[in-house]
């Protein structure tokens, strides 16, 4: 790999960290280097063979949906979900640009070691929260929990969500997302869970999560 090539991906990486088809019994919180590195190939082979946009779409589409609780957008545009980045949910991600970039670079790209490890190392999961609501500022000020039997878990922070979005066709005339952080030692990653949201008009959204369908 050339120097260059090496920083690019390097850069590239670091913008990653700053933001699976395959069930198992719960959510892997802790990987070995050999699990890491099983989860950056599991994004890269799919991604090597797209050779088209639409390919690619397809990729994007089932990586979201496999780490995905609530509706699916595709069957309830504006059902309640989010979206876990879990470490292989990252490792993943990574994986799936090692491959572009081999192939806008026509030479091999791979993530450095160190930041494999980065990703093996992160004490926190975050989460993307997408909800649909009748203003464009209907989601300002949401707060989260998770629920798992009587247990309550504060994530240990919240994201601003974003203005509204307007949608096409029937249902809420907005959509936004904000995401929010959980700590893994806060919580059961084997739990049959709730993600419970609750905005400024008093209005409460459940989100149930069946984490162990989730990498």
């Known amino acids: 790999m050339t120097g260059r090539t090496h920083i690019g991906l390097i850069l590239g990486l670091m913008v990653g960290l700053s933001i699976g088809s395959h069930p198992v019994l719960a959510i892997e919180v802790n990987l070995s280097l050999e699990d890491a590195r099983k989860a950056l190939e599991t994004g890269r082979v799919p991604m090597e063979k797209a050779n088209s946009p639409e390919d690619v779409r397809k990729v994007l589409q089932q990586a979201s949906l496999e780490s995905r609780v ?11 979900s989010a979206i876990l980045r879990t470490k292989h949910y990252r490792l993943e991600a990574f994986g799936r640009q090692e491959a572009a970039e081999s192939k806008k670079r026509k030479t091999d790209v791979r993530m450095p070691e160190e930041f494999i490890q980065k990703v093996m190392d992160m004490p926190n999961m975050e989460m993307e929260v997408q909800l649909c609501g009748d203003d464009e500022y209907f989601a300002e000020g949401a707060l989260i929990e998770l629920h798992q039997g009587s ?8 994201g601003k969500a974003e203005r509204g979005r307007k949608n096409e066709g029937n249902g809420p005339a907005y959509r936004s997302r904000f995401t929010s952080i959980f700590a893994y030692e806060q919580f059961d990653p084997t739990a049959t ?3 419970v949201v609750n905005l400024q008009d008093g209005q ?8 162990s369908k989730v990498k």
Not at 70 to 80: L, S, T, V
Not at 151 to 158: A, G, L, Q, S
Not at 204 to 211: C, D, G, Q, V
């Open 70 to 80: 609530g509706a699916d957008p595709e069957k309830e545009p504006c059902g309640a």
């Open 151 to 158: 247990k309550r878990v504060k994530p240990i922070d919240i």
């Open 193 to 195: 869970s709730v993600f």
């Open 204 to 211: 409460e959204i459940r989100i149930p999560a069946e984490l």
